[in-house]
């Protein structure tokens, strides 16, 4: 026969109390039932585990061995319990985050904080990449969730959702005329050449930003393209260009850089941090999105 949890607990309180009667009362039932149980259990082990005498029992040397077995085995079954309980919550594993490079001096690190406050039990596991190579990521399963910076490379079948939106400002080499302005109009820009993120880095912030400034009156003089985040940086703290990047760059001071708000229409112009994520996504994605929106403040 095999031995059960239940009857490993009530060996362990009998063990415990020396006694069948106390036992039994803790146990909340009858003592000739749990006499019974113990037997059972002796005849399954093979030995006597109880010396019984007038007094109460105690443990045999065979009884002691299975006694601190038996307790090490209960408190794993139950450990196993609580972690499947937790894993199933989203209290704890492996989550899989795929992110683009601004979003790891920008999000990142408040996230990484209150997830380890709020779910220490959860191991996240970061990989940068471009917004396509996260999204593309998240498709074929090698990744949970990803947070990324142009929705229009997300594939049809994932779920997608703003988790921040932040303004688009002027990014000038700090030597520049225009870098003591309080505010430009787009327009002041008119005659600067620009470096943009490449099509194939950000297709949408680079239509937009064609957009207003046509709106403006003018046609960006775009000299120079880059894929990622430090490549624009390079080109404008070199003083070759000027750029117009997200206001998330005033929390990395970057030496010969200076950001300038727009005016009116470009004031407006927005770059969306976007999460992705399959279908029905497990616990654990969406205790983090919802430590996410209480960091970004997005929708």
Same mark, same amino acid.
């Given at each position: 026969?095999?031995?059960?949890?239940?009857?490993?607990?009530?060996?362990?309180?009998?063990?415990?109390?020396?006694?069948?009667?106390?036992?039994?009362?803790?146990?909340?039932?009858?003592?000739?039932?749990?006499?019974?149980?113990?037997?059972?259990?002796?005849?399954?082990?093979?030995?006597?585990?109880?010396?019984?005498?007038?007094?109460?029992?105690?443990?045999?040397?065979?009884?002691?061995?299975?006694?601190?077995?038996?307790?090490?085995?209960?408190?794993?079954?139950?450990?196993?319990?609580?972690?499947?309980?937790?894993?199933?919550?989203?209290?704890?594993?492996?989550?899989?985050?795929?992110?683009?490079?601004?979003?790891?001096?920008?999000?990142?690190?408040?996230?990484?904080?209150?997830?380890?406050?709020?779910?220490?039990?959860?191991?996240?596991?970061?990989?940068?990449?471009?917004?396509?190579?996260?999204?593309?990521?998240?498709?074929?399963?090698?990744?949970?969730?990803?947070?990324?910076?142009?929705?229009?490379?997300?594939?049809?079948?994932?779920?997608?959702?703003?988790?921040?939106?932040?303004?688009?400002? %002027?990014? !000038?080499?700090?030597?520049? *005329?225009?870098? &003591?302005?309080?505010? /430009?109009?787009? $327009?002041?820009? =008119?005659? #600067?050449?620009?470096?943009?993120?490449?099509?194939?880095?950000?297709?949408?912030?680079?239509?937009?930003?064609?957009?207003?400034?046509?709106?403006?009156?003018?046609?960006?003089?775009?000299?120079?393209?880059?894929?990622?985040?430090?490549?624009?940086?390079?080109?404008?703290?070199?003083?070759?260009?000027?750029?117009?990047?997200?206001? %998330?760059? !005033?929390?990395?001071?970057? *030496?010969?850089? &200076?950001?300038?708000? /727009?005016?009116? $229409?470009?004031? =407006?112009? #927005?770059?969306?941090?976007?999460?992705?994520?399959?279908?029905?996504?497990?616990?654990?994605?969406?205790?983090?999105?919802?430590?996410?929106?209480?960091?970004?403040?997005?929708?």
């Amino acid at each position: 026969m095999d031995v059960s949890s239940r009857l490993l607990e009530q060996f362990l309180v009998v063990a415990e109390e020396r006694h069948f009667g106390r036992a039994a009362e803790r146990l909340s039932m009858r003592q000739p039932p749990l006499s019974q149980a113990i037997q059972r259990l002796e005849r399954r082990v093979g030995v006597r585990l109880f010396d019984r005498g007038p007094g109460g029992v105690r443990l045999t040397p065979a009884g002691e061995v299975l006694a601190a077995d038996a307790a090490r085995l209960l408190a794993a079954e139950t450990a196993a319990l609580d972690r499947a309980r937790r894993v199933g919550h989203g209290l704890e594993g492996d989550l899989r985050l795929g992110y683009v490079s601004l979003l790891s001096l920008h999000y990142l690190p408040g996230l990484l904080s209150a997830a380890a406050r709020e779910l220490p039990g959860l191991r996240i596991r970061l990989h940068q990449d471009s917004s396509a190579g996260v999204a593309e990521m998240v498709r074929a399963g090698s990744l949970d969730l990803g947070f990324v910076r142009d929705p229009s490379v997300v594939p049809a079948e994932l779920v997608t959702g703003v988790f921040a939106r932040e303004r688009v400002m %002027a990014a !000038l080499p700090s030597g520049h *005329p225009l870098a &003591t302005a309080d505010a /430009l109009d787009l $327009a002041d820009l =008119r005659d #600067e050449p620009l470096v943009l993120p490449t099509e194939s880095a950000l297709p949408t912030l680079r239509a937009q930003i064609h957009l207003v400034c046509e709106a403006a009156g003018f046609t960006p003089d775009v000299r120079a393209s880059a894929d990622d985040l430090t490549g624009l940086l390079s080109y404008v703290a070199s003083g070759l260009c000027v750029s117009l990047l997200t206001e %998330a760059l !005033l929390d990395l001071p970057v *030496p010969g850089i &200076t950001y300038v708000p /727009l005016r009116g $229409a470009a004031g =407006r112009l #927005e770059s969306t941090v976007t999460y992705v994520h399959r279908p029905d996504p497990d616990r654990a994605v969406r205790r983090v999105l919802q430590l996410a929106a209480g960091l970004s403040g997005g929708g």
